[in-house]
T-cell receptor, first 117, second 114 residues
């Protein structure tokens, strides 16, 4: 079973509108972390936002916010006021504990976002 | 400027050849990672290292090898045993395994088979 599921292979949004990218996760570790990364066509992965499993409030970073619904195991990324430069692949990722005290990162398959002018 | 440098940007491998991808970081991070990215499959973990002189296999370690002799360097060797090496390879680092785990990535190496 996939640990990170991104069900939207592609999304389109009009410039200046808000868009939500979906992410669900599966873990039995009570202390996990959730991340969103952006990958432009250049290939480099850029960290956007982080949510810890014990954080009470949804994380926000500028135009990015993470809609964290713990009971539903959902961590959707909301981008407000979309810009043309937001066109990219977006990956949801999770950090959970592995054996030996290490933490293993797992990535979803990504969602391609295209922003139309 | 602090960051992660991967080289080369493009690499071509001949049949039966081993090739080494370089990854250097000047962020003073303890943990480093290697990922493979194929179209439509996201990132898959090849190897990771929590500290110098230690590394662990990820999900797809077969056909790859790594070393971690210095904190700032984590080279990846794609051996001849890796029969399908064509992919985009990304190196990352994070402060430590026990911190939040935010990863910082290099620009990647695109490997193709001749």
């Amino acid at each position: 079973a996939q640990k990170i599921t991104q069900t939207q292979p592609g999304m389109f949004v009009q410039e200046k509108e808000a868009v939500t990218l979906d992410c669900t996760y599966d873990t039995s570790d009570p202390s996990y972390g959730l991340f969103w990364y952006k990958q432009p066509s250049s290939g480099e992965m850029i960290f956007l936002i982080y949510q810890g499993s014990y954080d009470q409030q949804n994380a926000t970073e500028g135009r990015y916010s993470l809609n964290f619904q713990k009971a539903r195991k959902s961590a959707n990324l909301v981008i407000s006021a979309s810009q043309l430069g937001d066109s990219a692949m977006y990956f949801c990722a999770m950090r959970e504990a592995a054996s030996g005290g290490s933490y293993i990162p797992t990535f979803g398959r990504g969602t391609s976002l295209i922003v139309h002018p | 400027d602090g960051g992660i440098t991967q080289s080369p940007k493009y690499l071509f491998r001949k049949e039966g050849q081993n090739v080494t991808l370089s990854c250097e970081q000047n962020l003073n991070h303890d943990a480093m990672y290697w990922y493979r990215q194929d179209p439509g499959q996201g990132l898959r973990l090849i190897y990771y290292s929590q500290i110098v002189n230690d590394f662990q296999k990820g999900d797809i370690a077969e056909g790859y090898s790594v070393s971690r002799e210095k904190k700032e360097s984590f080279p990846l060797t794609v051996t001849s045993a890796q029969k399908n090496p064509t992919a985009f390879y990304l190196c990352a680092s994070s402060m430590s395994f026990r911190a939040s785990g935010i990863q910082y990535f290099g620009a990647g190496t695109r490997l193709s088979v001749l």
